[in-house]
């Protein structure tokens, strides 16, 4: 009972982790590269959410900026 039990979630989770596998025809990425489909539309808005991300945490860095996190920047 057990070792079906244990076959069957294991071939469901396989299966599961091969479903998101898709590649992108080269004709396909002209529609990902539209404007719509960015993650990051506002620099700006980026920025600022950066800012109130790196205050709250009391630190910098990680994301490309500089500093030690100290406050003294």
Not at 8 to 22: E, K, R
Not at 48 to 60: D, F, G, L, N
Request: one cysteine or more; glycine letters at 16%.
């Amino acid at each position: 009972m057990k070792a079906n039990l244990l076959k069957t979630l294991l071939l469901s989770l396989v299966a599961f982790g091969l479903w998101g596998c898709d590649t992108v025809e080269p004709w396909e990425k002209g529609a990902l590269a539209q404007y719509s489909m960015m993650t990051e539309r506002d620099p700006l808005e980026t920025t600022m959410a950066e800012h109130i991300y790196y205050t709250r945490e009391a630190s910098h860095g990680g994301a490309g900026i500089g500093g030690g996190g100290c406050g003294c920047n």
